[in-house]
């Protein structure tokens, strides 16, 4: 069991759907991050959260909107997204200020938009 | 835009063997980096780190390289195993970030 734990794994949702990830840490750490992985492109830095405040926003369309309500959950909020937003979604936390570069993933939620 | 990326996209190696997973980056002021693993269905997991002011770091059955001459780094592991079967991503550590390179698959040859 992995100290990050992401729901739900697949998500198939249409255009026009509202849905949710979410995230939740055990591990006590202070930050928490979204990722995007692509086939045949490089995990996609997508927003940062340390300390709840959300510290970077990675030019992220507004039809992704995360939320963290307390340091151990973090959601991404979906809307009106598109066919080339399937992906997987990848969760992280670390220890930000602990000067190490060990972040800790979740298994990902794969999303596939219809 | 992305500043560190990998040589090959797929690496096939013999059981026994030991593989060499290379990186080259483009930032000369880069000082940390880090190698993860990822296994089919779950998320990336981290394998070891250096800093700048080391050439050279090991772990078990793992070493990474760092040469800022030529601003590359490898990623060596003795005797492959087929649990070391993965996609193989090296990333730099900027303004607190994470950034990632393209990945190198792993192939184990029985």
């Known amino acids: 069991e992995t100290g990050v734990t992401q729901t739900p794994r697949h998500l198939v949702m249409g255009m026009t759907n509202k849905k949710s990830l979410k995230c939740e840490q055990h591990?006590?750490?202070?930050?928490m991050y979204w990722y995007k992985q692509s086939a045949k492109k490089p995990l996609e830095l997508m927003f940062v959260y340390n300390f709840k405040e959300q510290t970077e926003n990675n030019s992220v369309p507004s039809r992704f909107s995360p939320e963290c309500p307390n340091s151990s959950h973090l959601f991404l909020h979906l809307h009106t997204l598109q066919p080339e937003d399937s992906a997987l979604y990848l969760c992280a936390s670390s220890q930000m200020g602990a000067n190490t570069g060990e972040l800790f993933f979740g298994e990902g939620s794969r999303l596939t938009v219809l | 835009g992305e500043s560190v990326g990998l040589h090959l996209p797929t690496l096939s190696v013999q059981e026994g063997d030991n593989s060499i997973i290379n990186c080259a980056y483009s930032?000369?002021?880069?000082?940390?980096f880090i190698w993860y693993k990822q296994e089919s269905g779950k998320g990336p997991q981290f394998i070891i780190d250096i800093r700048s002011n080391m050439d050279k770091r090991q772990g078990q059955r793992v070493t990474v390289l760092l040469n800022k001459t030529v601003k590359h780094l490898s990623l060596q592991i003795a005797a492959t195993q087929p649990g070391d079967s993965a996609v193989y991503f090296c990333?730099?550590?900027?303004?607190?970030?994470?950034?990632f390179g393209k990945g190198t698959r792993l192939h184990i040859l029985p």
């Open positions: 591990l006590g750490h202070n930050a």
């Open positions: 930032n000369s002021a880069s000082d940390y």
């Open positions: 990333a730099e550590n900027r303004d607190d970030k994470i950034i």
